[in-house]
Protein backbone atom coordinates (compact mmCIF):
# COMPACT_ATOMS: atom_id res chain seq x y z
CA UNK A 1 0.00 0.00 0.00
CA UNK A 2 1.25 3.48 -1.06
CA UNK A 3 1.81 5.78 2.04
CA UNK A 4 2.62 9.29 2.14
CA UNK A 5 2.85 11.17 5.09
CA UNK A 6 4.15 14.97 5.25
CA UNK A 7 5.50 16.65 8.45
CA UNK A 8 7.02 19.84 9.43
CA UNK A 9 4.23 21.83 8.84
CA UNK A 10 3.27 25.36 11.61
CA UNK A 11 3.21 29.09 12.39
CA UNK A 12 5.92 30.92 11.26
CA UNK A 13 6.34 34.52 10.55
CA UNK A 14 6.42 36.34 7.30
CA UNK A 15 9.94 36.17 6.24
CA UNK A 16 10.85 32.72 7.76
CA UNK A 17 11.79 29.51 7.07
CA UNK A 18 10.56 25.62 7.06
CA UNK A 19 11.33 22.46 5.93
CA UNK A 20 8.74 20.18 5.33
CA UNK A 21 9.30 16.59 4.83
CA UNK A 22 7.21 13.60 3.58
CA UNK A 23 8.33 9.96 3.78
CA UNK A 24 7.17 7.53 1.24
CA UNK A 25 6.43 3.72 1.54
CA UNK A 26 4.72 0.80 0.11
CA UNK A 27 6.64 1.65 -3.27
CA UNK A 28 9.79 1.92 -4.94
CA UNK A 29 10.86 5.20 -4.33
CA UNK A 30 14.02 5.75 -6.18
CA UNK A 31 11.35 5.04 -9.31
CA UNK A 32 9.44 7.72 -9.39
CA UNK A 33 9.55 12.05 -9.57
CA UNK A 34 7.78 13.12 -6.77
CA UNK A 35 5.76 16.71 -5.87
CA UNK A 36 4.68 19.18 -3.78
CA UNK A 37 1.21 21.07 -4.41
CA UNK A 38 -0.24 23.16 -2.18
CA UNK A 39 -4.00 24.81 -1.41
CA UNK A 40 -4.61 27.75 0.14
CA UNK A 41 -7.70 28.52 2.17
CA UNK A 42 -10.57 28.56 -0.18
CA UNK A 43 -8.78 28.48 -3.28
CA UNK A 44 -8.19 25.28 -6.26
CA UNK A 45 -5.11 23.26 -5.93
CA UNK A 46 -1.62 24.65 -6.92
CA UNK A 47 1.67 22.50 -8.18
CA UNK A 48 4.51 24.07 -6.37
CA UNK A 49 7.39 21.84 -7.18
CA UNK A 50 8.59 18.60 -8.76
CA UNK A 51 11.62 16.62 -8.23
CA UNK A 52 13.16 13.44 -10.93
CA UNK A 53 13.49 10.30 -9.67
CA UNK A 54 16.97 10.54 -9.43
CA UNK A 55 17.23 13.98 -7.93
CA UNK A 56 19.13 15.61 -10.79
CA UNK A 57 16.62 17.90 -12.18
CA UNK A 58 13.86 19.90 -10.71
CA UNK A 59 11.06 22.60 -11.57
CA UNK A 60 9.47 25.27 -9.61
CA UNK A 61 5.97 27.67 -9.88
CA UNK A 62 7.35 30.86 -10.78
CA UNK A 63 5.29 31.76 -7.25
CA UNK A 64 8.21 29.94 -5.40
CA UNK A 65 11.19 30.08 -7.42
CA UNK A 66 14.20 31.24 -5.62
CA UNK A 67 12.69 30.98 -2.14
CA UNK A 68 11.79 26.77 -2.10
CA UNK A 69 14.44 24.22 -2.94
CA UNK A 70 12.65 20.44 -3.43
CA UNK A 71 15.12 17.75 -2.67
CA UNK A 72 14.71 13.53 -1.84
CA UNK A 73 17.36 11.34 0.18
CA UNK A 74 16.38 7.63 -2.00
CA UNK A 75 17.80 5.97 1.02
CA UNK A 76 15.68 7.26 3.26
CA UNK A 77 12.80 7.38 1.16
CA UNK A 78 12.18 10.93 1.91
CA UNK A 79 11.17 13.81 -0.08
CA UNK A 80 11.62 17.24 1.59
CA UNK A 81 10.70 20.97 0.86
CA UNK A 82 12.88 23.78 2.38
CA UNK A 83 10.59 26.80 2.24
CA UNK A 84 12.32 30.51 2.26
CA UNK A 85 11.57 33.94 2.32
CA UNK A 86 7.93 32.73 3.65
CA UNK A 87 4.93 35.00 2.55
CA UNK A 88 1.27 34.78 4.05
CA UNK A 89 0.21 34.33 0.69
CA UNK A 90 2.28 30.73 1.16
CA UNK A 91 -0.41 29.68 3.87
CA UNK A 92 -1.42 26.72 2.14
CA UNK A 93 -1.75 22.81 3.18
CA UNK A 94 1.35 21.58 1.37
CA UNK A 95 0.72 17.91 0.30
CA UNK A 96 3.47 15.26 -1.57
CA UNK A 97 2.55 13.77 -4.48
CA UNK A 98 3.92 10.29 -6.14
CA UNK A 99 4.17 11.09 -9.85
CA UNK A 100 3.30 8.24 -12.41
CA UNK A 101 6.78 7.81 -13.50
CA UNK A 102 10.20 9.18 -13.82
CA UNK A 103 9.17 12.57 -14.28
CA UNK A 104 6.18 15.28 -13.37
CA UNK A 105 3.66 13.35 -15.85
CA UNK A 106 0.93 12.89 -13.20
CA UNK A 107 0.26 12.03 -10.10
CA UNK A 108 -1.30 9.10 -8.25
CA UNK A 109 -0.95 9.19 -4.51
CA UNK A 110 -1.32 11.61 -2.34
CA UNK A 111 -0.81 12.43 1.57
CA UNK A 112 -2.96 13.85 3.52
CA UNK A 113 -1.06 17.42 4.18
CA UNK A 114 0.72 18.88 6.61
CA UNK A 115 -0.50 22.90 7.35
CA UNK A 116 1.48 26.12 6.90
CA UNK A 117 0.41 29.25 8.04
CA UNK A 118 2.58 32.68 7.36
CA UNK A 119 1.22 35.49 9.35
CA UNK A 120 2.71 37.90 12.46
Known amino acids: EVQLVESGGGLVQPGGSLRLSCAAS????????MTWVRQAPGKGLEWVSG????????SYADTVKGRFTISRDNAKNTLYLQMNSLKPEDTAVYYC?????????????WGKGTLVTVSS
Open 26 to 33: GFTFSTYA
Open 97 to 109: AKALDWWIHGMDY
Open 51 to 58: IRNDGCST
